[in-house]
């Protein structure tokens, strides 16, 4: 009997020790979601956080506003040609860091026409590349001075930039072209770029031009373009010139087309012109979207000679994918100023980070003998004067 019980204890045994390994195996090699994954309470890894989820981190800065001190000095700083770099070397790592970085690049690049400045712009084809080589994406290329040099210097803008195999948004040589709304994909999510401008300084393309310049008042081609855009990607982020110059405060233009925009499929919309930072905010859709909207982002660099047009804007923002249902949510949106500093006659003009800013540099801006009260702190009061708190 003894024997007998033996017999059926070790029996017990052995099945349970086959039973623990096919759970151990089971448990080991198949892994059907997350929650046979974790435990209650727990939550999920890293890795799954990231199958579940993808996330891009974007940048976007203001008027790149060339004016002649600045190439001039550039050209000063080089044995033949433009030499930018001094002009954004404190501002580059700001740029490189994220996936994504946007510019509003003012002024046209034509290869076809000598440098010029204001009122009719054209810059060294080196800004351009030093905006490449800084890490910028996406340009905007629809702005009150794109039709400075003509039809001509516009295509020849279009084409310096097809030629850098790089994003921009506003004008297109052809209807075919603008038809072909350019959508890169980063990290899993296809993000879809558009733009357009509210002003060309009262110049106008040839009436038989093939050139297409998106312009604000044509609403139907912006619409049709958004919604378009829309089926193409899962964000759609436009680039808006328009607004009144030097004034802190959206136009009701302005608000209402962001909330057309925000309405037809548009996910973000960066704000560039005025020349001086203006609200940043969130719309709310009736199908329940959020849009973010940054009306204007001031000026990235320029020699203009008054306070408020030293403070340009840089916008940080991520999105959130959610791979299982595609719902898109806006993460770590924050505003952080930039400052175009230089000395006495428009000496050594350079971009700044305003967090790196410093009084002592601020008491030997140039800008003081039309601003007198220029200061880190005068910076600093825009910025809470302008910005919501939520994004500072």
């Given amino acids: 009997m003894r024997k007998k019980m033996a017999i059926f204890l070790a029996v017990i045994v052995v099945l349970d020790v086959i039973a623990l390994g096919v759970m151990f195996f089971t448990r080991g090699d198949s892994r059907p979601d997350i929650s046979a994954d974790a435990r209650p309470g727990e939550e999920p890894s890293t890795t799954q956080q990231q199958e579940l989820f ?23 700083r080089s044995s033949g040609g433009y030499d930018f770099s001094f002009a954004y070397e404190k501002i580059a790592h700001k740029i490189e860091e994220p996936d994504v970085a946007i510019l509003n690049q003012e002024t046209i690049i034509s290869t076809e026409h000598n440098v010029s400045s204001y009122p009719m712009f054209n810059s060294p084809v080196e800004v351009g590349e030093e905006m490449l080589e800084i ?15 003509g039809e001509k210097g516009l295509i020849s803008a279009i084409n310096f930039w097809k030629d850098k195999n790089v994003i921009t948004t506003g004008a297109y040589l052809n209807e075919e072209e603008f038809n072909n709304i350019p959508v890169s994909e980063v990290n899993g999510v296809k993000i879809a770029y558009l733009g ?3 002003s060309t300084n009262g110049l106008s393309l040839p009436s038989d ?3 297409v310049l998106v312009l604000a008042e044509d609403e139907y081609r912006i619409q049709s373009s958004i919604m378009k855009a829309k089926e193409m990607a899962d964000i759609v982020i436009v680039n808006a010139h328009w607004g009144n110059e030097y004034t802190h405060e959206p136009t009701d233009a302005q608000r209402t087309l962001a909330e057309k925009m925000a309405s037809w499929g548009a996910d973000v919309i960066i704000g560039h012109h005025p020349h001086v930072i203006q609200p940043i905010e969130y719309i709310t859709n009736p199908d329940g979207r959020t849009t973010l909207v940054a009306y204007s982002l001031g000026n990235f660099i320029s020699a203009q000679n008054r306070g408020p047009r030293m403070l340009g804007g840089m916008l940080n923002f991520e999105i959130v994918k959610n791979n299982t249902t595609g719902a898109i949510a806006f993460e770590n949106t924050k505003f952080s100023g930039v400052v ?3 000395g006495y006659g428009y000496s050594n003009i350079r971009v700044y980070p305003l967090e790196d ?11 003081l003998s039309k601003t007198s009260s220029f200061s880190l702190q005068y910076l600093k009061d825009i910025v809470n004067e302008v910005i919501d708190k939520q994004f500072l």
């Fill in 209 to 211: 031009t093939e050139v």
């Fill in 357 to 367: 800013y410093t009084e002592e540099l601020a008491s030997k801006h140039g800008v």
């Fill in 54 to 76: 993808s996330r891009v981190s974007f940048v976007a800065v203001g008027d790149n506003l060339i004016h002649d001190t600045i190439y001039e000095q550039a050209a000063a």
């Fill in 135 to 149: 890490g910028f994406d996406v340009f905007n290329i629809a702005t009150n001075h794109s039709i400075d040099c």
């Fill in 340 to 342: 175009t500093h230089y």
């Fill in 196 to 198: 357009l401008t509210e």
